[in-house]
């Protein structure tokens, strides 16, 4: 199999020793890595040190006269507040659905442009142009002249089926943000597929064409596998980015009506800056820290593996 | 072989249904490219407007409204000077770990991509906090420091990932001519690595410029990045759409443009190498 020679010629290059470095050359490695050490570390444990902190007293901007140790009230505040369950809910089903959504349509796509056609390249760039698209142009191209319920593009096209126009914002506001993050992401998708399909070993297509393999079985038992690494790849990290989607939200819906389309990251934001209630907002990140530390375990062990250090 | 049709019905058919599809998905910006030069009326007619004679009024307005130029340069400028600054960090951490390997360098690696994985939401109060009291809320100072270290990790990997390229033995050549340490950075690796850093300069300039957690957050009218000057036009206030699309279309064509130049380093940089 060429992916595993390839494996084992990379292993097999790195594992060779490096020459043992100089005495005089050994406090200059570590002198080059402080200081990117200790920026991220104090860029990680400042803030995490502060938001325990600040989760554990009476920390309202509005009443700055209530101090003093609360043990954990702030937390039963934000855990037991009824937009919680909703928000969790939610960035569930945002999560769900973006990953599925980008996943599926992206593996078409990325099978559809595969091989050569007329005009493959100029295809290559309009697809991938969304996702460059800042998060608040993104949010508001979609809320104005697409999603407008009189003068929006899909109304139009509901009114040419002869349809009555969606009230997108108001009727589907977690779907409509759906849409929008999908929009964006599918092209990520998409590109990470493609280049992945890049390294097919070629032969052996050619060969399961010979036999006659349908396209069907050439899906099942060569393309699928080989995308195997790239879907967990996308899956992880679109899971990083989406679990606290938040420009979208905050242009669009303000998460509403009502928490129809409040997340988790959301919520926090609209406790600390729109209630003033640092401490609440503080329990709620740490919450969040929590959640993104269970995707991330999955992440480091993925990209781990493939690390040939 | 018999000479077959240049263009079988399988080609046909995979073109048009690719071309469709990329149509579709490519509307929403052409959309918006159209609108930028439509008059406010044009903008909203109904049924839509496919042919009219384009305007440049809305990009002129936009400017004297909203002052676009002023955010313009808070763009350039906090994304530019944070890339520098990471570069400046990140390429000498990079370099270390990719020649020097140590017992620990793989984990200190994972541990740099684990900072990456925190939710910005999750440090939000601690850094509101201390930005004000530094005075540094609504500042460029404070946006550069914050897309500096939100962007770090990713520097180091992809750097690193470049470094690691580059064959040992020009660096054991080098060091048995009599080079340096110095030397040996300067007038070895770093020759042979302007390809890792321009890259990876061209990745954090992308993230910057698109980043809105923070700018929307820690900042307004004096160091208001594009992200929040279209943010501010969510206000239901009137309809101006077609100034809205010129605001847009100023705030991504430049990056777009660098977006399709750098697509290839972006998946490297974005799955950590994962993906080759």
Redesign the interface.
């Known amino acids: 199999m060429c992916r595993v020679s390839a494996r084992c010629a990379d292993t097999f290059l790195?594992a060779?020793p490096?020459?043992e470095?100089l005495p005089m050359?050994r406090l200059?490695?570590?002198l080059?890595?402080t200081?990117?050490?200790a920026?991220?570390l104090l860029?990680?444990l400042?803030?995490?040190v502060?938001?325990v902190y600040?989760s554990v007293i009476r920390y309202n901007l509005m009443q700055p006269e209530q101090t003093g140790f609360i043990g954990f009230e702030n937390f039963e505040y934000f855990l037991t507040d009824p937009s919680f369950s909703v928000a969790v809910l939610n960035t569930i089903w945002l999560l769900g659905s973006v990953i599925v959504i980008t996943v599926v349509m992206g593996a078409a796509?990325a099978l559809?442009?595969d091989?050569a056609?007329?005009?493959?390249a100029v295809?290559r760039?309009?697809?991938?142009?969304?996702?460059?698209?800042?998060?608040?142009?993104n949010?508001?191209?979609?809320?104005?002249?697409?999603m407008h319920p009189?003068?929006g593009?899909l109304a139009?096209v509901w009114i040419f089926f002869g349809a009555t126009p969606l009230e997108w914002l108001s009727d589907f506001p977690l779907g409509s943000i759906v849409i929008m993050v999908a929009?964006q992401w599918?092209p990520?998708a998409t590109?990470?597929f493609m280049?992945?399909l890049q390294?097919m070993n070629r032969e052996q297509l050619e060969a399961a064409r010979m036999d006659g393999a349908t396209y069907l079985q050439q899906l099942r038992y060569l393309y699928i596998p080989h995308l195997g690494?790239?879907i967990a790849?996308v899956v992880m990290?679109e899971m990083?980015f989406l679990?606290?989607i938040?420009?979208e939200i905050?242009?669009?819906t303000g998460g509403g009506p009502g928490d129809a389309s409040t997340n988790?990251?959301f919520l926090?934001?609209k406790q600390?800056?729109l209630n003033f209630d640092?401490g609440v907002?503080?329990a709620g990140?740490?919450f969040?820290?929590l959640?993104?530390?269970i995707?991330?375990a999955f992440?480091?062990r993925?990209?781990?593996r493939?690390?040939d250090? | 072989m018999a000479a077959r049709s240049k263009y079988p019905p399988a080609?046909i058919l995979?073109?048009l249904?690719?071309?469709l599809?990329?149509?579709l998905?490519?509307?929403?910006?052409a959309?918006?490219i159209l609108?930028a030069f439509k008059t406010e009326l044009q903008a909203?007619a109904?049924?839509?407007l496919l042919w009219f004679t384009p305007t440049l009024d809305n990009f002129r307005e936009v400017e004297e409204r909203s002052d676009y130029l002023l955010y313009a340069r808070n763009s350039l400028i906090t994304s530019v000077v944070s890339t520098v600054i990471g570069l400046l960090?990140?390429a000498?951490?990079a370099?270390?770990?990719a020649?020097?390997?140590?017992r620990h360098?793989?984990n200190?690696?994972?541990?740099?991509?684990?900072?990456?994985?925190?939710?910005?939401?999750?440090?939000?109060?601690?850094?509101?906090?201390?930005a004000q009291q530094a005075g540094l809320l609504d500042t460029r100072t404070g946006l550069i420091i914050i897309f500096m270290?939100s962007n770090?990790?990713i520097m180091?990997w992809m750097l690193y990932s470049h470094f690691?390229d580059i064959p040992?033995e020009i660096l054991?050549a080098a060091?048995m001519d009599g080079a340096n340490?110095w030397q040996e950075f300067y007038r070895v690796t770093l020759p042979l690595a302007l390809g890792g850093l321009a890259s990876t300069g061209l990745l954090c300039l992308?993230l910057s410029?698109?980043e809105?957690?923070w700018s929307?957050?820690l900042s307004s009218a004096k160091a208001g990045t594009?992200?929040?000057l279209?943010?501010s036009?969510?206000s239901p206030e009137g309809?101006f759409?077609a100034k809205?699309?010129a605001a847009?279309l100023m705030?991504?064509a430049p990056?777009?443009v660098?977006?399709?130049f750098s697509?290839?380093q972006?998946?490297q940089g974005?799955?950590?190498?994962?993906?080759?």
């Open positions: 790195y060779l490096v020459s470095p050359n200059l490695p570590r080059l890595l200081p990117a050490v920026t991220l860029w990680m400042v803030p995490l502060m938001s600040f796509l559809l442009i091989e056609f007329p005009g493959r295809v760039l309009l697809l991938i142009s969304p996702f460059f698209v800042m998060p608040t142009v949010a508001l191209l979609w809320k104005h002249m697409m009189i003068y593009a139009q929009w599918l990520f590109l990470i280049t992945a390294s690494r790239s790849v990290i990083i679990l606290s938040f420009a905050f242009t669009t988790v990251a926090i934001f600390a800056l640092a907002a503080s990140a740490l969040a820290v959640l993104a530390n995707a991330a992440l480091i993925l990209v781990g493939n690390l250090t | 080609l995979r073109t249904i690719a071309w599809l990329t149509l998905l490519f509307f929403p910006l959309w918006l609108t909203i109904v049924p839509p960090i990140a000498p951490a370099y270390s770990m020649f020097f390997k140590g360098t793989k200190i690696l994972m541990w740099m991509l684990s900072t990456k994985m925190m939710p910005a939401v999750g440090a939000l109060v601690p850094i509101y906090v201390l270290l770090l990790p180091v690691k040992h054991e060091r340490l992308v410029w698109n809105a957690f929307l957050n594009l992200a929040t279209i943010a036009y969510s309809l759409w809205l699309s847009s705030a991504i990056i777009v660098f977006g399709w697509q290839k972006l998946v974005l799955t950590f190498g994962a993906v080759k």
